[in-house]
């Protein structure tokens, strides 16, 4: 299912020593100003404002903090050493939107609910664990097993829905994957929005949180990002407009980005109400070279072409439905024309209905197809594999799974393995990735460990499969 509402992504500052905490020494974004500048300009619409030294009681940057609130330019939320009255009233007076609460308070846990039923919406419950355990992060203090809290929790959320920042204290800053487990376990006893934090170290990662499903609904509202950002693993605006083509808008939640159905049974003309139904000028006529692969993908993004529904069989002539065909690969998928003769020319039955290629490709999606055909029926119909089809549905440029700066990193985990020795990879006839691990003597290892890196739905989205070998490839690969 698809959120109703993308998840939201709040980039976090920490800051220690005057210092930002998750950047090198001499990055610019050392300076926490140039940090919260940078991410606001990349599209944050929040700042999680974190101050270590408070945290961990070894001092505070109160006059630094109170700035990059004031001067942010988008809501900041702080955190670090929230224990109590007067730290809400500190950071709620320099600006701050909201303040999320240590987890310290939990060592008095009735305390801590009284003071809690007091508190209105701009305070945040902060849960740090390890595994099934409440920590306080950067002490000594264990609080205990987040069981025997669950109770008050539910008892404090009952009261009026309230926001949970729920941090994965042994993935933080590690980019070891978010603790689904944890996230919707909480779900059961949490009622309101939960805030994920820690452990995110794709794009992958953040799919995987959107399309978590609690009792009530998506699990997952909104994510702290640190670690994976700095280092590059996640971009901002790249993943903030990944997550809102997967939600659709809100009034239309079964709906992509251009307002049109997923499910592929609503493609609508719109601007093609006088089309001739000719070739788009975007597309190579019959007689001119083929388009490559990237090149196809980016033509197809804005060109028109045609959908064709059929009248399903013992219905109403007006219902109608998205045809399908099974590419020689065994690939479900859609079957697009260039031209309205082409449909009638594969189907006489059929109705051409016209739309832009990243349309059909997000209909195709929506459907349960994997892949385009292109021209299905004419002498030379051309196959818009799965990877190719993902990208044009999320209007991204597409690369060669062999060339994909995303597949490779993923791939590069291979290496981790203390008995791979190399990788070597090679693109096969289909576009498949031919894979070889040296080192390994056992093609089922081989394939288990590949199908561990194919687990992340980014990677796997960038795909169109996969030949495994445990001996390498030969010298000629």
Do not use: C
């Not at 619409?45 to 109160?62: C, F, K």
């Not at 994957?177 to 059961?188: F, H, Q, V």
């Not at 020795?421 to 894979?435: D, F, K, M, N, Q």
């Not at 081989?446 to 495994?468: F, H, K, M, N, W």
Request: proline share 7%; hydrophobic share 45%.
């Amino acid at each position: 299912m698809r959120a109703r509402v993308p998840l939201r992504l709040w980039p976090a500052v920490d800051v220690r020593g005057g210092r930002t905490a998750q950047a090198t020494a001499d990055s610019p974004l050392a300076d926490p100003a140039s940090a919260v500048a940078h991410w606001v300009e990349q599209g944050a619409e929040r700042i999680h404002l974190v101050d270590l030294d408070r945290a961990t009681g070894t001092g505070e940057n109160d006059a630094l903090l109170e700035r990059l609130v004031r001067g942010a330019g988008v809501p900041v939320e702080v955190s670090g050493g929230i224990l109590g009255p007067r730290d809400v009233e500190r950071a709620l007076s320099w600006g701050a939107v909201a303040v999320t609460t240590s987890s310290a308070l939990w060592a008095d846990p009735a305390s801590a609910v009284a003071w809690l039923r007091e508190q209105g919406p701009q305070v945040q419950v902060g849960l740090d664990l390890v595994g099934d355990r409440v920590v306080a992060r950067g002490t000594d203090l264990e609080v205990g097993p987040v069981a025997d809290l669950w109770p008050l929790l539910a008892e404090l959320g009952a009261q009026g829905k309230r926001r949970w920042v729920l941090a994965s204290a042994a993935a933080d800053g590690r980019m070891t994957g978010p603790d689904l487990a944890g996230l919707r376990a909480a779900t059961e006893h949490l009622a309101g929005t939960l805030i994920a934090s820690g452990g995110v170290s794709t794009t992958g990662d953040l799919v995987a949180l959107s399309s978590l499903r609690g009792s009530a609904g998506p699990a997952v509202g909104e994510v702290i990002l640190g670690a994976a950002l700095y280092a590059g693993a996640v971009e901002l605006g790249r993943s903030q407009r990944l997550l809102a083509e997967i939600a659709g808008p809100a009034e239309h939640p079964e709906a992509d980005s251009a307002g049109v159905s997923w499910a592929g049974r609503e493609l609508q003309p719109g601007e093609f109400d006088d089309d001739t139904g000719e070739l788009d000028p975007a597309l190579p006529a019959p007689g001119e070279p083929p388009l490559g692969d990237a090149a196809l993908v980016a033509a197809l993004d804005g060109a028109r072409v045609f959908v064709a529904l059929l009248a399903e069989e013992a219905a109403d002539s007006a219902d109608l439905s998205v045809a399908q065909v099974t590419t020689p690969e065994g690939w479900s998928a859609l079957p697009v024309f260039t031209t309205a003769d082409a449909v009638g020319r594969w189907r006489a039955d059929a109705r051409p209905v016209p739309v832009r290629g990243h349309v059909a490709a997000q209909a195709a999606l929506g459907d349960g197809a994997a892949a385009l055909v292109l021209d299905a029926g004419s002498p030379g119909p051309r196959v818009v594999r799965p990877s190719m089809t993902s990208a044009l549905a999320r209007r991204m440029g597409w690369e060669r799974p062999v060339d994909d700066p995303v597949v490779l990193e993923g791939l590069r985990r291979l290496k981790e393995h203390p008995a791979v020795t190399g990788v070597a990879l090679r693109a096969g006839p289909s576009g498949e990735l031919v894979i070889g691990l040296r080192g390994l003597q056992d093609d089922r290892e081989a394939g288990l460990l590949v199908a561990g890196v194919l687990q992340d739905p980014e990677v796997r989205s960038r795909v169109d499969g996969v030949i495994v070998s445990a001996l390498g490839l030969d010298g000629g690969g």
